[in-house]
């Protein structure tokens, strides 16, 4: 199964900015939330241990947990169904697309002529998911894109067709 789209209308060399057609998976939405919770527990974890052992910070650290306990609630709630909402990507014979944000959204487009790399990156809990990142890489520093929240299988068959394409494009993608 190719992960690359090319019965989309032919646009030439003109590759238009367009949103993407694919949702990253489903699945994104608990590794996001997971992220979210470690991250709570971490923090959190810190501030209640300097409560407990300084007496002298609690006049401070109290507000500080309350306050960090709140905002990393509400970014639990919302932020992980809201990217998952936001979050698209597409690979086509032309270019890849990505959308992607949730307070700030980011679309960026990179022409298969100016792709050097192409990695599948998958962290510890990423592969508790099944997840992995697809990361496409160009000589600009501003010119990576990192597609998170793919299924693994499809992110390395993305990669794949990927580096199929890109040998057989013309240009030193410089």
């Known amino acids: 199964?190719?992960?690359?789209?090319?019965?989309?209308?032919?646009?030439?060399?003109?590759?238009?900015?367009?949103?993407?057609?694919?949702?990253?998976?489903?699945?994104?939405v608990w590794?996001?939330?997971?992220?979210?919770?470690?991250?709570?527990?971490?923090?959190?974890g810190g501030l209640a241990i300097t409560y407990w052992l300084w007496e002298a910070s609690r006049t401070w650290v109290?507000?500080?947990?309350?306050?960090?306990?709140?905002?990393?609630?509400?970014?639990a709630a919302v932020m992980p169904t809201w990217r998952y909402h936001v979050h698209r990507w597409e690979c086509t014979d032309l270019a890849v697309y990505e959308l992607k944000g949730?307070?700030?959204?980011?679309?960026?487009?990179?022409?298969i002529s100016r792709i050097q790399s192409v990695d599948v990156v998958r962290g510890p809990l990423q592969q508790a998911f099944r997840l992995a990142t697809l990361r496409v890489i160009t000589a600009?520093?501003?010119?990576?894109?990192?597609?998170v929240g793919l299924d693994a299988e499809i992110a390395a068959q993305a990669a794949a067709d990927l580096v199929e394409i890109t040998q057989a494009t013309p240009g030193d993608a410089t």
């Open 140 to 147: 600009s520093p501003e010119g990576q894109i990192k597609i």
């Open 102 to 111: 949730w307070l700030e959204r980011e679309w960026r487009i990179v022409p």
């Open 1 to 28: 199964m190719s992960t690359v789209n090319t019965a989309a209308p032919s646009i030439g060399k003109n590759i238009r900015l367009r949103p993407p057609r694919n949702r990253v998976e489903k699945r994104a």
């Open 62 to 75: 109290g507000p500080v947990f309350v306050g960090l306990t709140i905002v990393h609630a509400v970014t």
């Open 31 to 44: 590794w996001w939330t997971a992220r979210v919770l470690l991250s709570m527990v971490t923090v959190l």
